[in-house]
T-cell receptor
Framework: QQQVKQSPQSLIVQKGGISIINCAYENTAFDYFPWYQQFPGKGPALLIAIRPDVSEKKEGRFTISFNKSAKQFSLHIMDSQPGDSATYFCAASLEGYSTLTFGKGTMLLVSP | KAGVTQTPRYLIKTRGQQVTLSCSPISGHRSVSWYQQTPGQGLQFLFEYFSETQRNKGNFPGRFSGRQFSNSRSEMNVSTLELGDSALYLC????????????FGQGTRLTVV
């Protein structure tokens, strides 16, 4: 059972455009939602994270939007750059646990 | 501050053999989690250790085991290797056991032939 569903699987965006990746979860006990960025040959690196008491969090060009009632959250990358080309994973963890349940990932390509 | 260190980076093993992977967390971090990453299944949780105790375990067969030492370094072992065990094994460390930033190592690429 996939508890965190991520879409799209792949995404091509022009330089300067906005990249949007969506995730939906099923378990309402999830209370921590991080996004990770992974380059080939590297481990995932934490980009930004949000908790359910906040509807939006922004760090630089990266913004998480969170909709608790819809059980959805999304990552927006503003002014996308070729250096942002990577695989992005959303994740969630249960209250009281550090175990991360990951989405399947989105391969982002930002064309010059 | 040094990051999470995983050794070795690459391994090739034969079916039926066993393998031990090592993870040194960030200094001061007491929580270590292990994940398996494959193209088909994505990132899947194996187990988590905190202060030498296994706190949580994923849905993997008993051939997968781990341990954590008093210095927080962790090892995972896979016995009787199968072709399907070929994957990138990632270790993540956190300063506490709950809902804090998890920092990943570069992983160990295991190939079973």
């Amino acid at each position: 059972q996939q508890q965190v569903k991520q879409s799209p699987q792949s995404l091509i965006v022009q330089k300067g455009g906005i990249s949007i990746i969506n995730c939906a979860y099923e378990n309402t006990a999830f209370d921590y939602f991080p996004w990770y960025q992974q380059f080939p040959g590297k481990g995932p690196a934490l980009l930004i994270a949000i908790r359910p008491d906040v509807s939006e969090k922004k760090e630089g060009r990266f913004t998480i939007s969170f909709n608790k009632s819809a059980k959805q959250f999304s990552l927006h990358i503003m002014d996308s750059q070729p250096g942002d080309s990577a695989t992005y994973f959303c994740a969630a963890s249960l209250e009281g646990y550090s175990t991360l349940t990951f989405g399947k990932g989105t391969m982002l390509l930002v064309s010059p | 501050k040094a990051g999470v260190t995983q050794t070795p980076r690459y391994l090739i093993k034969t079916r039926g053999q066993q393998v031990t992977l090592s993870c040194s967390p960030i200094s001061g971090h007491r929580s270590v989690s292990w994940y398996q990453q494959t193209p088909g299944q994505g990132l899947q949780f194996l187990f988590e250790y905190f202060s030498e105790t296994q706190r949580n375990k994923g849905n993997f067969p008993g051939r997968f085991s781990g341990r954590q030492f008093s210095n927080s370094r962790s090892e995972m072992n896979v016995s009787t290797l199968e072709l399907g065990d070929s994957a990138l094994y990632l270790c993540a460390s956190s300063s506490q056991s709950v809902n804090t930033e998890a920092f990943f190592g570069q992983g160990t690429r295991l190939t079973v032939v």
